[in-house]
């Protein structure tokens, strides 16, 4: 698994997300008062002024147009199907790769469920020290569990901390699939397809035109996996779940008025799926 492009990315990510801070109300996508002050180094520093902010988005849009657009929407989204999952009756979280996911920190409906984060020990620990400046004790219903996905079987690690696989599970798996081969993404989604019925997974990953298509790009930060949107809800079912929405680029201004009138490249480069388990005995009633 190509770390290093797994961990700059996340900062990039969360620099993305703390530029929405400067965007008006009326246009904002989310409110993210978290992920900046997650950061180090110069990356903290950009996070934390206002004028470095600005010239950042700036340079991304010119310099990478469709990058700040894609981690926007992406992120909006994924807020959107974890509050709805949450609602739905999700009391279990657990977010796979976590990184610097700040969404158990500053979205409400998370306090209310008990959640997993998951992540390699080194990047857990830098965000855990990270979260301790910034709020002191971690939540009471957070969780951290320091893993490989690539070697270590997540039905056992969350077993031995107290996971309950017979409970609707909301499980998060973003901007992680691109960084791993395939076989290696297969358990992931072998596990979160036998989870109890009405357990949802969102999963951004992205379209084989795009590793075909940006080769120097797949080679810079690492992909080395992707999906044909035309196939994803076949490839999802034979690990026992039905995709419920697929969304990409061409999707985002009419899901989000306030995109109109931003000078937002959306560009397709990753989308976002969500996909659920469903009660077999239903499912073969409706069938």
């Known amino acids: 698994m190509a770390f290093v492009q797994v961990e700059t990315t996340a900062?990039?990510?969360?620099?993305?997300?703390?530029?929405?801070?400067d965007v008006p109300?009326?246009?904002?996508?989310?409110?993210?008062?978290?992920?900046?002050?997650?950061?180090?180094g110069p990356p903290a520093f950009v996070a934390r002024h206002r004028a470095a902010r600005v010239a950042?988005?700036?340079?991304?849009?010119?310099?990478?147009?469709?990058?700040?657009?894609?981690?926007?929407?992406?992120?909006?989204?994924?807020?959107?199907?974890?509050?709805?999952a949450l609602?739905?009756?999700?009391?279990?979280?657990?977010?796979?790769?976590?990184g610097l996911d700040s969404r158990p920190y500053r979205i409400a409906e998370f306090a209310a469920a008990r959640v997993w984060e998951v992540d390699l020990p080194g990047t857990q620990a830098r965000k855990r020290?990270?979260?301790?400046?910034?709020?002191?004790?971690?939540?009471?219903?957070?969780?951290?569990?320091p893993a490989d996905i690539t070697?270590?079987?997540?039905?056992?690690?969350?077993?031995?901390?107290?996971?309950d696989p017979s409970a609707p599970t909301l499980v998060v798996f973003e901007a992680v699939a691109q960084y791993l081969p395939a076989p290696a993404v297969a358990p992931t989604l072998d596990w979160a397809g036998s989870l109890a019925p009405g357990s949802r997974l969102i999963l951004t990953y992205l379209p084989e035109r795009v590793l075909r298509e940006r080769a120097?790009?797949?080679?810079?930060?690492?992909?080395?996996?992707?999906?044909?949107?035309?196939r994803l809800g076949t490839v999802?079912?034979?690990?026992?779940?039905?995709?419920?929405?697929?969304?990409?680029?061409?999707?985002?201004?009419?899901?989000?008025?306030?995109?109109?009138?931003?000078?937002?490249?959306?560009?397709?480069?990753?989308?976002?799926?969500?996909a659920e388990v469903l009660d077999q005995r239903l499912a073969g009633a409706k069938g």
């Open 11 to 21: 900062v990039a990510v969360a620099l993305m997300r703390a530029l929405e801070a």
């Open 25 to 40: 109300a009326g246009q904002r996508l989310f409110d993210d008062p978290v992920s900046g002050r997650l950061l180090t």
């Open 56 to 84: 950042l988005g700036r340079l991304a849009e010119t310099a990478m147009p469709g990058v700040r657009g894609t981690a926007v929407c992406r992120t909006r989204v994924v807020d959107d199907w974890c509050r709805e």
């Open 87 to 98: 609602a739905a009756g999700a009391g279990q979280a657990v977010v796979v790769g976590a």
């Open 129 to 145: 020290a990270a979260l301790a400046r910034l709020t002191g004790p971690a939540p009471a219903n957070i969780r951290y569990l």
């Open 151 to 163: 070697t270590d079987r997540l039905d056992a690690v969350l077993a031995a901390d107290g996971f």
């Open 216 to 230: 120097r790009a797949s080679r810079r930060y690492g992909w080395l996996s992707a999906y044909d949107p035309a």
């Open 236 to 274: 999802l079912a034979g690990h026992g779940l039905t995709l419920r929405q697929d969304v990409g680029a061409e999707d985002y201004p009419g899901r989000y008025p306030q995109l109109r009138g931003r000078r937002l490249t959306l560009r397709e480069i990753e989308r976002v799926a969500v």
